[in-house]
């Protein structure tokens, strides 16, 4: 019930509103958002990469509201591409993008907008030697946002997709998905879904993604293990090794603030680990969705606010 009183608060803009004027969050938002600059976050990356962490950065922003909102987003992506190319950085940094910031949700030509929209970013990628991976969003987008996906890929084959294991639908997806050279990065998902299309038992949730783990491992695409769980970590490197792939072959993805010692000890123990870093001002949807995920981070914000 508090997971889906937060979700419903990561949408309210009255709420976003006063949370914004509490200085007492800023620590709480340093912790998972670097800043608001592309600086910032390059600066992060490089941070990151000097610790053996790949990375893969996010312009936060949701849903725009028009088309010239769409387009500044996409503009903005373009010119972190050309600072990252400027930066040195390679396919260690690469972003990640959701097609509603870029125009999907607008009526009538939301795809259409999005797809040449993420078409340009996936062009500026290109240009300086990384890809993309399209963010999933809620159940209502997700055929629209495979379609995408797959028009990309014509172009851009490594460009990455998204599949959440509280879905139903997530296992056919993945042995869609599982095919050489494709990119796919499972998540438990984050959105407040009807049980007539998503599994809301934690367990059944976790079922689900060792169901779909062990798709993606016996297939032939380079799976993206992007969950902070101890134990599917686990479970990943043990389908891993039962299926003979190399380190290198598969890579585990968690969130900038979030098990920064366990992201360091997989590396150390020779696995790629990258770090999904969001950035900008758009930061309030983002940390209400980190809140709804652990009640100890809700903690340190209720006594954050509290020692005011
Ligand atoms: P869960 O939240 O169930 O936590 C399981 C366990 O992990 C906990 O019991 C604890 O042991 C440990 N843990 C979790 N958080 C911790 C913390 N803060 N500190 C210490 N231990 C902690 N979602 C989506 O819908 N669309 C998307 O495109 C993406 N993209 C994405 C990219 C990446 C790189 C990641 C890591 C995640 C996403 N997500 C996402 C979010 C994802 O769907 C999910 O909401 C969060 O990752 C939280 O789920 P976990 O798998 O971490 O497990």
Redesign the pocket.
């Given at each position: 019930m508090m997971r889906s009183m937060l979700l419903g608060a990561s949408r309210s803009g009255r709420l976003r509103r006063t949370v914004e004027t509490v200085p007492v969050t800023r620590n709480l938002v340093a912790r998972f958002v670097p800043g608001t600059d592309e600086s910032d976050v390059v600066r992060a990356a490089g941070e990151l990469v000097d610790d053996g962490l790949t990375v893969?950065i996010d312009h936060l922003g949701e849903d725009a509201a028009d088309r010239n909102q769409a387009d500044a987003v996409t503009r903005a992506y373009v010119s972190l591409l050309r600072a990252m190319g400027e930066a040195g950085f390679g396919p260690e940094v690469e972003v990640?993008v959701?097609l509603s910031a870029v125009g999907q949700a607008l009526s009538g030509e939301g795809t259409a907008v999005a797809l040449d929209n993420a078409r340009r970013i996936c062009a500026a990628a290109d240009g300086v030697g990384t890809t993309v991976t399209v963010?999933?969003?809620d159940h209502t987008t997700t055929d629209a946002t495979l379609a995408t996906v797959r028009e990309l890929r014509a172009d851009f084959p490594s460009v990455g997709a998204?599949l959440?294991a509280y879905l139903k639908r997530t296992e056919a997806d993945c042995r869609d998905l599982a095919y050489e050279g494709s990119r796919v990065?499972l998540?438990?998902?984050?959105?407040d879904e009807p049980p007539s299309v998503a599994f809301t038992e934690?367990a059944d949730?976790?079922r689900s993604?060792v169901r779909c783990m062990k798709v993606l491992f016996g297939g032939r695409g380079y799976p993206m293990i992007?969950?902070?769980?101890?134990r599917?970590v686990e479970i990943a490197g043990s389908l891993a090794a039962r299926h003979r792939r190399e380190q290198g072959s598969y890579e585990y993805?968690?969130?900038y603030g979030?098990?920064p010692r366990e992201q360091r000890r997989l590396v150390r123990a020779g696995e790629r680990v990258?770090?999904?870093v969001p950035y900008g001002a758009e930061w309030y949807g983002y940390l209400v969705?980190?809140l709804a995920?652990?009640p100890?981070?809700m903690a340190l914000f209720l006594r954050s606010v509290a020692s005011k």
């Open positions: 893969t990640s959701k963010d999933m969003e998204v959440q990065r998540c438990k998902g984050a959105y934690r949730v976790d993604y992007a969950t902070h769980d101890p599917i993805q968690m969130l979030v098990r990258r770090v999904y969705r980190r995920e652990r100890a981070n």
